[in-house]
């Protein structure tokens, strides 16, 4: 049996009497002592155990390693010593299982600890011993501390997973292409980019460019054959199709590494998915040329194209129409019914503007809710008048969104080439001239540049653009109407009635001004201007003793429409000390029943609060009866043209008595306007009218004058006001 004394073998059944032996005996000798000075010498750890695992021998290098010294581990098996916290139980299971078949384990690799605790990596390599008779005898046990080498490795491990995870996030991977067949090794990430399974990657180079888009794959091919002339780099960019076989658009950047060793020059190329990119890049093309929401030219397109019909135009020496067209009240539908209902007008009406005019026609859709339609080769005027009617008829017709069925008219103005302008922004800009005209018509309907729109529509801008600074400057002023009880021709309020006035202009007449602040956005701004300053003036009468009296304000249908219109109107009333009931709102039919719904919503929370309601202009607008008992108001306003004739037309008077009995039988109040004699007062008196106003009893006036008349109708000194039946 192989023995040891400090370190060094010796034959421990024999003892030194081997020596002894002869010749033979002492060429063993010198053999042991080489195989000695190798085993005590080498950089490898060596333990020899017993059959039983037990140690019996360790070379210095195991000492050096782990700590632990000969006389510390004889008879101890290698586990108790080196195993650990981290050490994998696994692995020590099948180590411990092949010894126990007595089959030799050949580099497996375990995590051991020091005698101080430290962890390294050990390889190991065990080989049993046998005696002549094929009994196990001992174990052999060369041990490697390979934790440098296992860190490097771990190291490398990582970094490629890295790498492998940052390709798959940028989109990306690569291949490499050696040896005469061409064979492709591609990275993981390769899968994801190309779109397939993995097992469907391409295998060489030749099935790589096959899958490649036949109207792409000869770019790919001349890249790899310059590079291949040149030994220089190259870029492509081609389309792949992926697994469900759409097209993918990738981007290639390939070299030629040169061979080095006995590795052999090759072909590495890295590969982006651009797919996302492509289609950002096409978005925005399409985009530069195309309105998102309808899918028709935009702004920038008409331009461009106009100007080359125009030219051609030209050539040919025929006519070109511009057909500029709005939409009339869009902006109520927003308000009413939201941005998204107003989105879906707009894709309905740019589908039938498209359908409507001839495939070489083009339509475009400038911003908002206006549309220009170019049309090409025409013969005469009569042609577009013609086409242009049909246009607004298909317009008109009833569309259905979101369960709603909705009714949109347009204005349409035209320009003609050569005629109306030589160039794209002179004729774009008389179409559009035409088209306020059109609008201020009635809507709905066609009308030709003239040359005297030109001189309209500057008035036009430069109206609005003063109208922007009319509150700035305050050139805006409320006069006040008086309103009358018929049975005791007592005072019972107001009607408070917008005025402007500036330097230049003068008086300008609010059917000119009113709609161009709801058409440029700013009837919000000048109606809370207005609200406020009728609750200041009542605060005036209150302090001269009539808080009684009722202040009246005409409402817009863009106000009704702002869902923000309860707390502005409570906000003015609480700042003036105004109660709710003191101030009445007044609409016209048209408004109130335009979305009778939304109105029937945003006039019941203000009437909940003490606010009341009149419906002014009554018997010109659309509204049903039905409707206007839902409405909650107090009062309707019967508009003057009923009793502008009552002395003399018989239906008139009709129509009075009709209206107050109507009014009555709804538990409303009437309210007569434009009473302007003597008789006419008389006979709504006698029908039973309830308030009255007009220029016989009182015209609008400024505000220091309606003061004054609120003193005078209390003062008992002081004149009465106009007499009463």
Not at 20 to 35: D, F, I, R
Not at 323 to 337: A, E, G, H, P
Request: with cysteine.
């Amino acid at each position: 049996m192989v023995g040891q004394t400090d370190g060094r073998f010796t034959d421990g059944a024999r003892g030194d009497d081997c020596l002894a032996c002869g010749p033979a005996a002492h060429s063993l000798e010198t053999l042991l002592h080489k195989y000695r000075l190798v085993v005590e010498h080498t950089s490898n750890m060596v333990v020899i155990t017993d059959a039983q695992r037990r140690i019996e021998y360790v070379n210095p290098a195991y000492s050096r390693v782990t700590g632990w010294g000969l006389d510390e581990v004889i008879g101890r098996r290698p586990s108790q010593l080196l195993h650990g916290p981290q050490t994998d139980t696994e692995a020590v299971q099948r180590v411990r299982g092949w010894l126990d078949q007595g089959v030799p384990v050949v580099l497996a690799e375990l995590l051991n600890y020091t005698k101080s605790g430290q962890p390294y990596w050990a390889q190991l390599n065990i080989q049993p011993v046998h005696d002549a008779q094929g009994v196990l005898t001992h174990f052999v046990a060369i041990q490697s501390d390979v934790t440098q080498q296992r860190a490097a490795r771990e190291a490398l491990q990582a970094s490629e997973r890295r790498l492998a995870e940052a390709q798959r996030l940028a989109r990306m991977a690569s291949f490499e292409c050696e040896g005469p067949e061409q064979r492709l090794w591609w990275t993981p990430a390769a899968a994801d980019v190309l779109g397939v399974d993995e097992a469907a990657l391409p295998v060489d180079l030749a099935a790589h460019v096959g899958g490649v888009h036949p109207d792409d794959r000869a770019t790919l091919e001349d890249a790899y054959r310059r590079m291949a002339w040149r030994e220089d780099g190259y870029e492509v960019e081609y389309r792949l199709a992926d697994a469900q076989g759409r097209a993918r658009w990738v981007r290639e950047r390939g070299y030629l590494l040169p061979a080095e060793g006995a590795m052999p020059s090759r072909l590495c190329a890295l590969l982006y998915d651009i797919s996302s990119t492509k289609a950002a890049q096409d978005r925005m093309a399409y985009l530069a040329w195309y309105d998102a929401l309808t899918g028709l030219a935009n702004r920038e397109q008409l331009q461009a194209l106009l100007q080359v019909r125009m030219d051609t135009s030209r050539q040919n020496g025929r006519q070109l129409a511009v057909l500029f067209i709005d939409l009339d009240r869009f902006k109520t539908i927003n308000d009413s019914l939201g941005h998204h209902v107003g989105d879906e007008v707009l894709k309905v009406c740019g589908q039938r503007l498209r359908t409507g005019v001839r495939s070489n026609d083009l339509v475009a859709r400038l911003s908002g809710d206006e549309f220009v339609i170019v049309l090409t080769d025409i013969a005469d005027a009569g042609v577009v008048a013609s086409l242009g009617t049909k246009i607004l008829a298909a317009l008109s017709a009833p569309m259905r969104i979101e369960g709603r069925e909705l009714h949109v008219s347009g204005s349409l103005g035209v320009g003609l080439y050569p005629q109306h302008g030589d160039t794209v922004s002179e004729l774009m800009r008389h179409a559009d001239a035409a088209m306020y005209q059109a609008k201020a018509q009635g809507r709905n309907t066609l009308v030709f540049y003239t040359p005297e729109m030109h001189a309209h529509s500057a008035r036009r801008f430069e109206l609005e653009s003063k109208l922007r600074l009319a509150l700035p400057r305050r050139e805006f002023s409320l006069h006040f109407q008086p309103q009358y009880r018929a049975c005791d021709r007592s005072l019972v309020g107001f009607e408070a009635l917008l005025r402007w006035h500036t330097e230049v202009d003068g008086w300008v007449p609010p059917d000119q001004f009113i709609p161009l602040a709801e058409e440029a956005g700013l009837i919000h701004q000048i109606g809370d201007w207005v609200l406020d300053e009728a609750c200041r003036q009542w605060r005036r009468w209150a302090e001269h003793g009539h808080p009684g009296l009722r202040v009246a304000v005409n409402l817009s249908a863009y106000q009704l429409r702002d869902p923000a219109l309860a707390s502005r109107v409570a906000a003015h009333c609480e700042r003036h000390g105004l109660p709710p009931d003191a101030l009445e709102l007044e609409l016209t039919e048209s408004v109130a029943m335009h979305d009778p719904r939304t109105s029937i919503q945003h006039m019941t929370t203000l009437r909940e609060r003490g606010v009341c309601w009149a419906v002014d202009d009554f018997g010109t607008g659309y509204s049903s009866l039905a409707y206007l008992k839902t409405l909650p108001i107090e009062r309707i306003k019967l508009d003057r043209a009923f009793v502008n004739d009552i002395e003399h037309n018989p239906d008139d008077r009709a129509i009075c008595a009709a209206a107050i009995q109507i009014a009555h039988a709804l538990g409303l109040e009437l309210v007569a306007e434009g009473v302007e004699n003597e008789q006419q007062l008389h006979y709504l008196a006698a029908q039973g009218c309830d308030v009255m106003q007009g220029y016989h009893l009182g015209r609008p006036m400024p505000a220091d004058a309606a003061l004054a008349l609120v003193c005078q109708a209390i003062d008992p000194a002081g004149a009465p006001p106009p007499a009463l039946p």
